[in-house]
């Protein structure tokens, strides 16, 4: 079973938690002045890399804390858990202290 | 005008024991007062005066005292267990330690139950469903942490090298007994 590290509870096997999409994504600050576009690209467009994603993750049979994680869409690996609310990491340091 | 007659049934009613001779046992625990309380750390020292136990701020901590006990199972979340029959005295207890502080205190007594899994081979049994290392050195006396047995959600609490009390809602308890029941065949 995939281990995932918690920033909160530690290594938890992964059927704790539930995955909540990508990480850091501000919702407009005045609604009803952005247009049908950025609104549209606000709820409905991501990413979807190949390799390091940036996501939000909730471990919802534990703590309950909604945290953030980069993990790398192609082996599935987690390089990194930390906090909700803290600013989103530089990948290159990231992937500098997984050693790779 | 209706006649309502409200009975309090036990969520174990008509299950049958686990036991297993000289090996585990699982028992239902007496009736509870029980809240979830939420709010930061300032509150929660507040709390721990109108409670009368200190709500651990380190994680996955259970502290008990007196027949009362605070789990700390978040950042900013406890749940505090409390003898049968104390739920006003201890939210209003709770409520002036607390002042205008910003917080929220749920009585919870009648969603949740519990039972203990206790004897020697409590940490086999519980591992029937139960994801987490629960040997001694890795889920220590006095940890305690939500996790799942099988899929409902449980709160696991160490209390004793070879007891654990369980917590969980109760409408999970047919469910989680009956496959406690199943693998108490096989420990």
């Known amino acids: ?100 | 005008m209706s006649d309502l007659k409200i009975t309090r049934r036990s969520a174990f009613e008509g299950l049958h024991p686990i036991q297993v001779e000289g090996s585990v046992t699982v028992a239902p625990t007496p009736y509870a007062t029980r809240f979830s309380f939420r709010g930061d750390a300032k509150a929660a020292s507040a709390c721990s005066k109108g409670f009368g136990v200190l709500l651990p701020n380190d994680l996955l901590k259970a502290e008990s005292d007196q027949g009362r006990t605070a789990i700390s199972l978040g950042p900013d979340e406890w749940l505090l267990i409390a003898p049968d029959g104390e739920v006003e005295s201890l939210e209003a207890a709770i409520a002036k330690a607390l002042g205008d502080q910003h917080q929220s205190l749920v009585d919870i007594s009648h969603r949740n139950t519990a039972f203990t899994v206790s004897g020697l081979k409590a940490e086999t049994l519980l591992a029937s469903g139960c994801l987490l290392d629960l040997h001694i050195s890795a889920f220590p006396v006095g940890m305690a942490t939500r996790t799942i047995y099988s899929k409902a959600d449980i709160i696991l609490w160490r209390t004793a090298p070879d007891t654990f009390h369980v917590e969980l809602w109760r409408s999970f308890v047919p469910f989680v007994w009956g496959l406690l029941e199943e693998a108490a065949h096989e420990v």
């Open chain 1, 1 to 100: 079973m995939l281990l995932i590290p918690c920033p909160h509870c530690g290594e938890r096997p992964e059927l704790e938690f539930r995955y909540a999409g990508e990480a850091h994504i501000a919702r407009p600050a005045d609604p009803s002045s952005t247009s049908d576009q950025e609104w549209a690209e606000y709820l409905y467009f991501r990413s979807n890399p190949k390799g390091l994603h940036i996501e939000r993750w909730r471990h919802v049979s534990g703590c309950a804390r909604f945290f953030n994680c980069v993990r790398d869409t192609v082996s599935d690996k987690i390089l990194k858990t930390y906090p909700a609310g803290q600013p989103k990491p530089d990948l290159a340091v990231v992937l500098k202290e997984a050693g790779q």
